[in-house]
């Protein structure tokens, strides 16, 4: 028997033009539109889709699928719209993007107090700024501005990327060489400890040794682990270092559980901005969204 949510998957892919779009319209996975696609074409016995580079060119069989499914098919979708319940049916939903850590510290206590349904997403932040831009995403807490006609930052708050060290690190050596600011010794030093790092996110380690140095690193971390969190939890159990935003490790530095060790020569800051669309029907939700995040 044919799912319902096949032929509401092929009609997301024939209207957007690819599996990615489809799977955001749908708020899925890419693989689970592919396995709902073939799924149906094996049901029907035929492609639906000729795959050409990154878009998906409806076949002929695909154009008299569509075309035969199209009317019922929004006449169902009109009466699930209709028939829910009215406190659902008037309940706005908002979708935010921001770095996994971000989320954790500020925003994940506060989730279930919001009035309104809330998406978060989490990725790269100029994939994040063209999904806002293309209505995907209503509201993004970023480090970077990239430059769009339709988008606004508003600044609201800074970091500062810093050098810390485990709670068993004997930091007497670095503080002295530190305080002499002999940036040899330093490096010298730097580059005997057990570094930290997250899983395809060097830019931080890069920027801050670059201005530190003048140079980029010439070595890679020797633990990856999944996100900032998992690196200061790491460091609050044993030895080692890292570069990571104080904000997300200032509760943690305040307990002593991990040890704020450098600066680096030039502090490495960081400006946050809300980045939002010029214009937006859910003024009033990003607004509470923004208020959370400046009583922090």
């Given amino acids: 028997m044919v799912n319902l949510e096949w032929y509401r998957t092929f009609k997301a892919v024939y209207k957007t033009g690819t599996l990615t779009n489809a799977a955001e319209a749908l708020f899925i996975s890419q693989p689970g539109v592919s396995l709902h ?41 009109e009466a699930e719209k209709n028939f829910q319940r009215s406190t659902e049916k008037n309940t706005p939903t908002i979708s935010i993007g921001m770095c996994f850590e971000t989320f954790q510290i500020t925003l994940e206590q506060y989730i279930s107090t919001l009035p309104f349904n809330v998406i978060i997403q989490f990725g790269e932040y100029p994939e994040m700024v063209d999904r806002l831009e293309k209505g995907i995403l209503d509201l993004i807490i970023t480090p970077q501005m990239v430059v ?35 940036m040899e010794a330093i490096e010298n030093w730097l580059k005997q400890q057990k570094w930290y790092g997250t899983t395809g996110d060097m830019e931080h380690l890069r920027r801050f040794w670059q201005l530190s140095f003048n140079k980029y690193p010439e070595f890679r971390p020797n633990y990856i682990v999944p996100n900032i969190n998992s690196i200061i939890r790491c460091l609050s159990s044993g030895k080692g270092v890292a570069v990571v935003p104080d904000f997300l490790c200032k509760k943690e530095i305040e307990s002593n559980q991990i ?38």
């Fill in 148 to 182: 769009k006609n339709g988008i606004e930052y508003q600044e609201f708050s800074s970091e500062t990327i810093v050098l810390v060290g485990g709670n068993e690190i004997d930091s007497t050596a670095f503080n002295a060489i530190a305080k002499e600011e002999n």
């Fill in 259 to 296: 040890k704020l060790l450098w600066e680096g020569k030039i502090p490495l800051k960081n400006i946050l901005y809300f980045a939002t669309r010029k214009k937006t029907m859910y003024e009033k939700e990003i607004a509470l969204i923004k208020k959370l995040f400046l009583e922090l």
């Fill in 37 to 77: 696609l073939s799924s149906l074409e094996n049901y029907v016995g035929y492609k639906l889709f000729d795959r050409t580079g990154r878009k998906m060119v409806p076949t002929e069989r695909g154009k008299v699928l569509y075309n035969f499914i199209i009317e019922p098919l929004s006449k169902l979708e």
